[in-house]
């Protein structure tokens, strides 16, 4: 084997860390350079490298760019028109006070869905003070219960941009990973959130700055009825698990392909159901509630933006994944990962983690990690069940430790008016406990499916 195959990767890796760490380049430049880089060091030519690239940037956005920009689309809708906070509220005020914190966990779960991490916490920012003023206890109490759900789902829980890129990159089934993602991500979220968040709740309180306080249920009549809001989100997952399970059916001869089998399949392909489910809550949420179709386009056109950054991201890491393969860089991690005796779960999750750590962007991890770890998953024949579990590791292990080098840590800090300390014992914690959690319960679930 040449050497050159050797160095290759090593010299991507390291050249990407350098660019993000050391030079602050942005991360889709940085992914498209250490891709370069490794076609080059491996003896690629040019041309037949550029072709790689753009081969692998066109076969991953193919399909994530659709999915992403979807999701974004009806994320935006339901943060907008006030679902997302509608959720929430009417979720606390049903489990009461004393079970609030379960309330925020699971209302984190959902609206997680389809709206960016970042948003969905800010948004829900005041009634976190709200309780935490009304009850007198630390905004911790609340805040890392809806932080786990949020957190968990995000990493977790297609149609979220992370678990979307790496199931197309290890070309895992979207409904196992939704439908696995849901029963791990579920318990983790339990550990994480409500357990960790009153044990350390009792041990700091953060001062968060003044926000407007969230408006009581009573007064939230022109907020959209929150079971609306509940079957937005589910419809796209539902009709996503029935393809998978009409095609599971089909396989096995319980069910005779025809007319309604590819129906199934039509409404559950990604792309229809998300685009189902946007339409309904622009119409439902918007038009049928006042919206003028300029307001809902504009709304529409500023959901992309966000995505349009993470959809590059996607694309880079699909030109390194490519340019790995092609340059038969790939082949050589498979033989020597499959030596290791590690079984690609626990691979996953170990590369993950490591660049992670490194660089703090769990995006970038996720994509880094599937492309290392791509040709092993292909070479095991893994079933789709199993092809599904190593998404979620590796998007398991994208979520430890994050620190100050990750964009989340200042975010947390600042909205729970936490210091660095503070931060780092409670929110560090957190994203570590789903890391580790998050991988016990998908070892655990690979032993029965």
């Known amino acids: 084997m040449p050497v050159r195959l050797i160095v290759a990767p090593v010299f991507g890796v390291a050249l990407l860390l350098a660019l993000i760490l050391r030079f602050r380049v942005q991360a889709f430049l940085a992914l498209v350079l250490a891709s370069m880089a490794v076609g080059l060091t491996a003896g690629m030519e040019p041309a037949a490298l550029l072709a790689s690239m753009q081969n692998g940037m066109g076969s991953t956005l193919g399909f994530v760019a659709t999915v992403v920009g ?3 689309m009806l994320g935006q809708v339901l943060e907008s028109t006030g679902g997302a906070q509608a959720l929430a509220m009417t979720l606390v005020r049903r489990f009461g006070p004393r079970r609030a914190p379960l309330a925020l966990m699971l209302a984190g779960f959902c609206i997680a869905i389809p709206v960016f991490f970042d948003v969905g916490f800010i948004i829900l920012v005041p009634v976190l003070t709200a309780l935490a003023a009304g009850t007198g206890r630390s905004i911790l109490h609340y805040a890392i219960p ?3 759900g949020l957190a968990v789902t995000h990493s977790f829980v297609p149609p979220t941009p992370g678990p979307v890129a790496v199931a197309d990159i290890l070309k895992a089934d979207l409904g196992w990973v939704i439908l696995l993602g849901i029963v791990t991500g579920l318990p983790t979220s339990l550990v994480a959130g409500p357990l960790f968040g009153s044990w350390i709740g009792r041990r700091i309180r953060g001062a968060p700055p003044a926000t407007e306080p969230a408006p009581p249920a009573t007064q939230a009549a022109s907020s959209p009825p929150w079971g609306l809001v509940a079957a937005l989100l589910a ?4 009709l996503i698990l029935s393809r998978t399970a009409g095609e599971l059916l089909v396989r096995r001869g319980v069910w005779t392909e025809g007319s309604w089998s590819r129906l199934v399949a039509f409404a559950g392909h990604p792309f229809t159901a998300l685009l189902v489910s946007t339409l309904l809550a622009l119409y439902l949420l918007g038009i049928r509630r006042g919206w003028s179709a300029d307001r809902l386009m504009e709304l529409c056109v500023r959901s992309l933006a966000p995505a349009g950054v993470i959809i590059l991201i996607t694309g880079a890491g699909g030109m390194l994944k490519q340019v790995l393969v092609d340059s ?8 020597w990962f499959g030596r290791m005796a590690l079984p690609p779960i626990v691979l996953g999750w170990l590369l993950a983690a490591v660049v992670r750590i490194a660089q703090g962007s769990s995006t970038v991890a996720m994509i880094t990690a599937a492309g290392i770890a791509a ?9 789709d069940p199993h092809r599904a ?6 998007a398991a292990g994208a979520t430890i430790l994050s620190h100050v080098n990750d964009s989340g840590f200042w975010l947390v800090g600042r909205y729970c008016g936490l210091t660095e300390k503070q931060t780092l014992q409670s929110w560090t914690v957190m994203e570590t406990i789903i890391a580790v959690a998050g991988l016990g ?3 655990l679930t690979s032993l029965v499916v």
């Open 146 to 148: 809806l932080l786990a």
């Open 389 to 394: 579990l190593v998404v979620l590791a590796i």
């Open 328 to 335: 038969k860089v790939g082949d050589l991690l498979a033989g």
């Open 70 to 72: 979807l999701g974004a």
């Open 441 to 443: 319960f998908i070892l």
């Open 235 to 238: 419809l796209p997952l539902l």
């Open 375 to 383: 040709p092993l998953v292909e070479r095991a024949n893994l079933s």
